[in-house]
């Protein structure tokens, strides 16, 4: 997720009914249940963004009533062993990465409404972003330099950012001044803003998603 993710109505009705043969399959006895999920741009965008699917599932089940809890990585595997989510929503990698940890079962892959040249499906990625100003032109030339990241474990940034990297004879542990920011991710665009970091490794699309909401300017 370090990914975006566009839904239409369809899309949260598919999901919704995914969801609503599983609960039905598993148990007759009205409930509560929590849906965890990862909030890589902070609490109340995740809110803004997944509620659509919340208030769709309290239609269509209304013997059942249904929570959104916004988590980052640590939270949501605390909330995994604590077993105190009933679903997660959340990328690839973190589900490989709980899984391994615990019994979870993959029950659906969303795909991305993204498609920024017509020909890529289901896009996960990171950037390396310097500011327009920085005389930095190659990734080489960020050795020994301050490179902002989510976390060591974030999948849409530092981790394919980091493979990249590798596979061009870097080490980012060694050769650069690694600062993780947490969640949410727009916070390390604000840092490169500020000049307080050299780079910022960030999910695909966090840039042009923060500035045509008018949170920072592009340019």
Not at 123 to 130: E, F, K, Y
Not at 181 to 207: E, H, K, W
Request: proline share 5%.
């Amino acid at each position: 997720m370090t990914i975006k993710q566009t839904i239409g109505i369809k899309k949260i009705a598919s999901l919704s009914l995914l969801l609503l043969f599983f609960l039905l399959s598993s148990s007759a006895v009205a409930k509560e249940w929590t849906i965890g999920v990862l909030a890589l741009r902070g609490d109340a965008s995740t809110q803004r963004h997944w509620q659509p699917l919340i208030d769709t599932l309290d239609q269509q089940i209304p013997t059942d009533s249904f929570l959104l809890l916004p988590l980052n990585l640590s939270e949501m595997k605390q909330a995994v062993a604590d077993k105190r989510v009933d679903f997660l929503l959340t990328n690839p990698a973190q589900f490989v990465q709980l899984d391994s940890a615990y019994p979870l079962r993959w029950l659906l892959s969303l795909r991305s409404g993204y498609e920024p040249d017509n020909t890529t499906r289901n896009v996960i990625g990171s950037l390396i972003l310097v500011r327009k100003d920085s005389a930095i032109t190659s990734i080489h030339e960020l050795v020994g330099k301050r490179v902002g990241a989510i976390a060591p474990d974030a999948f849409g940034g530092y981790l394919l950012g980091y493979k990249a990297l590798r596979e061009e004879g870097i080490d980012p542990e060694q050769d650069f001044t690694l600062r993780f920011s947490g969640f949410p991710a727009d916070a390390l665009l604000y840092l490169l803003r500020d000049g307080d970091i050299n780079a910022a490794i960030i999910p695909v699309c966090l840039l042009e998603n923060m500035d045509n909401e008018g949170l920072i300017n592009i340019e």
